[in-house]
């Protein structure tokens, strides 16, 4: 029988309240609360931080205050990696973000999600799909990436943006729902 952890990472249904996934939720909230209460002159206990919340990072992470996430583990990120001001990851599910990406203010990545139908979502069961962003891809502010999406190399979505589909590589994306305006010459 499957714990409640594995159900979720494995993508299905799962009980949020499970005693194991609180206590792992509380810890990150602890160290995210210290992260956010440190100053921008303590790089190195940011970086120790952020080493013991998220699955992996590369080096040059820089992330500004205030940030916050479901649980830091499940979260992997590359080289070089920008987030502005108050980006929110629900990492229920795996999130990974390439080398040289840059997130604007307020970006929210969310890989949780709750059924359809009323009578399952009702039980208060949910369960969670992965994110992927490439590697040189630029999220405008205030975009939103939904459950399941993948953002490929060097793509652009623009500020505000709804993220419902994947976008591919090279392009810049915009809109609610988010859709390819252009290729990009690269």
Not at 59 to 81: A, H, K, R, T, W
Not at 112 to 131: F, G, I, N, S
């Amino acid at each position: 029988m499957k714990s409640e952890k594995e159900k979720m990472l494995a993508g299905e249904l799962y009980n949020a309240s499970d005693p194991l996934l609180s206590v792992e939720r509380h810890k990150a909230r602890m160290l995210i609360k210290k992260f956010n209460d440190s100053s921008n002159n303590d790089k190195l206990l940011r970086t120790q931080i952020l080493r013991e919340l998220f699955g992996s990072i590369g080096d040059n992470l820089e992330i500004e205050p205030p940030f916050f996430c479901d649980y830091g583990y499940n979260i992997s990120i590359g080289n070089n990696v920008f987030f502005n001001f108050n980006c929110i990851v629900l990492d229920v599910s795996y999130v990974a973000i390439g080398d040289y990406t840059m997130l604007g203010p307020n970006v929210q990545i969310y890989t949780a999600t709750h059924p359809m139908d009323w009578q399952t979502r009702a039980t208060m069961l949910e369960y969670a799909k992965p994110v992927s962003i490439g590697a040189h891809v630029w999220i405008g502010g205030s975009a939103v990436i939904c459950p399941g999406v993948s953002i490929g190399d060097k793509a652009v979505v623009g500020a505000g943006s709804v993220v419902t589909k994947d976008i591919p590589s090279n392009v810049f994306a915009a809109g609610n729902p988010c859709k390819i305006i252009r290729e990009l010459d690269i």
